[in-house]
């Protein structure tokens, strides 16, 4: 018997309607820390409005992320499709363009041994008229064992923009702009305004006994440009 094929630590899954990127951590790695990044279209079947949606595992569990399960509860599916319940921005108050006319593309992508990469262009997902630019960057550096979300926008006339993060772990605020989450801490990092934070657990049913909790990271007040950037840390596993 040959030796094994070698598994790639990151490998994106690219076509004309998706880009798909998995970033695993090192395989010596004792508490592996990885990530899952999604553009494509939301008109597949069975599918979310969930352009820019990830999940980030720690260990053997997801510690955030895109809360979907397999099974939903009919009363609140709806509510469960829409982007509001993914971890992803949400500019001028308007959530994801539902069908194929929200959609989103991979815009650059590298890889390294250390250090994968993903942007995507995410601004074909929302139809807000000002919105001149919307784009997310997906960093996972293995060496430095972080995971970096940054999303850059620009708009033609001031409008509220906020991000937020999605799972079933309850946030915890450490600092003015550090959080710990599940296992992971979160520092939060914003050019263009202040920012203030907001939790809620949304009202949709699923199949975890657990609700839905997002956490919204937003400026404080209207702007015409800027960027939200979270470093996200394994702390314990």
């Known amino acids: 018997m040959g030796a094994p094929e070698k598994v790639p630590n990151a490998f994106l899954v690219s076509g004309q309607d998706c880009g798909v990127l998995v970033s695993r951590d090192v395989p010596e790695s004792k508490v592996p820390f990885s990530l899952a990044i999604k553009d494509g279209n939301n008109g597949e079947g069975h599918g979310h409005d969930d352009c820019g949606s990830y999940c980030i595992a720690l260990k053997d569990r997801m510690v955030f992320g895109d809360p979907g399960v397999p099974v939903y ?26 069908g194929s006319k929200g959609f989103s593309r991979v815009i650059a992508f590298e890889d390294g041994k250390n250090v994968t990469s993903i942007t995507y262009d995410l601004k074909p997902s929302y139809k807000v008229p000002s919105l001149r630019k919307l784009t997310r960057a997906a960093v996972h550096d293995r060496k430095a064992r972080k995971i970096t979300i940054t999303d850059s926008f620009e708009f033609s006339r001031p409008e509220t923009f906020e991000t937020a993060l999605t799972g079933y772990a309850e946030p915890k605020q450490l600092s003015d702009r550090v959080w710990q989450i599940g296992g992971t801490r979160i520092e939060f990092f914003a050019k263009g305004g202040g920012i203030e934070f907001k939790t809620e ?37």
């Open 73 to 98: 509860f009919h009363a609140t599916q709806k509510k469960a499709n829409l982007s509001y319940a993914h971890p992803v921005p949400y500019p001028a108050g308007t959530m994801q363009t539902s």
């Open 201 to 237: 657990k949304l009202d949709i049913l699923m199949r975890s006994s657990k609700p839905i909790i997002r956490l919204a990271c937003r400026f404080k007040g209207k702007v015409k440009s800027g960027e939200i950037s979270y470093v996200i840390i394994p702390v314990s596993a």
